[in-house]
């Protein structure tokens, strides 16, 4: 297929592709067609931005949605990378991430590019995405935090009601080893600088 003939849009100026992009997606990971259409409906020019390929008969053949990071303000988290099943195998992603990198470095002047994979790791790698941490788009810090303990001994003071009758302190609050905000998963983070 000769990419000549291709473009990438940002959706919020084309909404006439929002119910054929809603079905795109939705393809490859069903969700109820409301709340897809909320979040592609919420694609502006700052983020989160929905940007779609498509062909010059006006076919949409694939999505990309850009969201922020709240912790990496020079970055943004790609989501829902889908090409049209029919059209795989034709170089259709390569090129929408060419394109979608070029958006972000370009039109939103960042610095680099986040995103999560099962299973597509080797196409990513090939574009020049390396592993990393884990990163949340929810704002939650995704350093691990180990809790101070204590070494203190000494056992807390009964406790007297009004009555004089003895009551026994609550059990001790667990301590905590390890704080993080990422919820686990078996996806590979992964990133690409400009």
Known sequence: MEHKDLRVLPLHKFPQYLKPCCDLINEEWPRSETARMMSLQASCDDLPTSLILID????????????????????????????????RGKKLGTYLMEQVENYCKHVLRLKMVHLSTRGQENFYTKLGYEICEPISIYGGSTISYKAPITNNKSQPPKLISSRNETIPPPPPMPVPQKINNVVKSNMTYMAKKF
């Open 56 to 87: 010059d008969q006006r076919h949409i053949l694939g999505h990309c949605k850009l969201s922020r990071i709240p912790r990496i303000p020079h970055s943004c988290f790609l989501e829902s990378v889908v090409i049209r099943k029919s059209m």
